[in-house]
């Protein structure tokens, strides 16, 4: 597993899988999700541009649209719902496209992913698995991260074609999704969790730097309660050496949480570092 590294901002943050993992193309080969393996160069650059809820919720259930894009080498991106229990425990839930493998090269097409993380670091993950139906381009995905019978359940479900997948985790005694105010007010949150969080994210691995790739344009919905207030980031780190480097990290008004309270359906656009992002109360907008 390796860790983004955010150290002015976010403390450490996980990507989502297991991997040590040019320019976006819009026309990328379609995949049946399939997990056929199409093999390439090593990606080992990875960008995360990240909203982080201030607030806390009980369950969240956003909704995302299924892009299909890829860079000059095929990778593509993730585009992650992220939630963390207050008893310090971290789980993500998403969709996949064209994303790298531990193994090398990639699995082709929309893939369901899932993981959860331990305070001390320790992950369960699950490998891409298909959806149990079709996942089509621009697809509206309901993303979900609940509690229910003892259990953190995890689940996409495709809104257009009703294709789905979920995954269930241990609750260990959680009851709260905790946002940045809560987070940094309780002594339990050590540097172990400092880079959990709650909110939103749109991962993409690359096997150079980004140098600003372009990106299409994805949008995430609320779908349960208005965000009040949130902080906008991106950072690149580089996975080339044992060791992890950031490339750059870099976060809207000083990393300090936006208030949507004022104007909640007036989109806020953030340049940082060349990326584009965009929010208000009801949405997260990567790319132009």
């Given amino acids: 597993m390796v860790l983004l590294v955010l150290v002015s901002l976010f403390g450490v943050i996980p990507a989502v899988m297991q991997i040590r993992s040019g320019s976006a193309q819009t026309n990328c080969p379609l995949g049946s999700g399939s997990l056929t393996l199409v093999s390439t160069p090593s990606p080992n650059y990875d960008v995360q541009e990240v909203m982080v809820f201030a607030q806390s919720y009980s369950q969240l259930e956003f909704n995302v649209t299924a892009v299909a894009q890829c860079d000059a080498t095929g990778y593509g991106p993730a585009y992650l719902l992220n939630g963390l229990s207050n008893t310090g425990y971290w789980y993500q839930v998403g969709i996949n496209w064209d994303w790298p493998l531990q193994t090398g090269g990639y699995a082709r097409g929309f893939t369901f992913a899932s993981e959860a993380w331990a305070p001390g670091g320790r992950t369960r993950t699950t490998s891409p698995t298909p959806f149990a139906g079709t996942v089509n381009p621009n697809d509206a995905i309901e993303l979900s991260l609940s509690f229910s ?23 260990n005694r959680a009851t709260t999704f905790v946002g940045s105010q809560a987070q940094q007010s309780r002594s339990r949150f050590s540097f172990a969790t400092q880079g959990y969080f709650t909110g939103l994210m749109t991962e993409w691995y690359h096997v150079s730097p980004s140098n600003n ?39 809207a008004n000083n990393g300090n949480p936006t208030d949507f309270a004022a104007q909640p359906n007036q989109l806020q656009q953030f340049t940082l570092n060349g990326f584009t992002l965009s929010a208000d109360a009801y949405e997260f907008v990567t790319g132009p």
């Avoid at 019978?149 to 609750?171: F, H, K």
């Avoid at 299409?216 to 580089?238: C, D, H, K, Y």
Wanted: no cysteine; proline share 6%; charged share 15%.
């Fill in 213 to 251: 790739v372009p990106e299409q344009r994805v949008t995430f919905s609320e779908t349960t309660m208005p965000i009040a207030s949130a902080m906008l980031g991106v950072s690149e780190s580089n996975y080339t050496t044992s060791t992890p480097t950031v490339v750059f990290s870099d976060a």
């Fill in 149 to 171: 019978g003892g259990e953190v359940v995890a689940s996409a479900r495709d809104l257009n074609t009703g294709a789905s997948a979920s995954t269930n985790y241990p609750v």
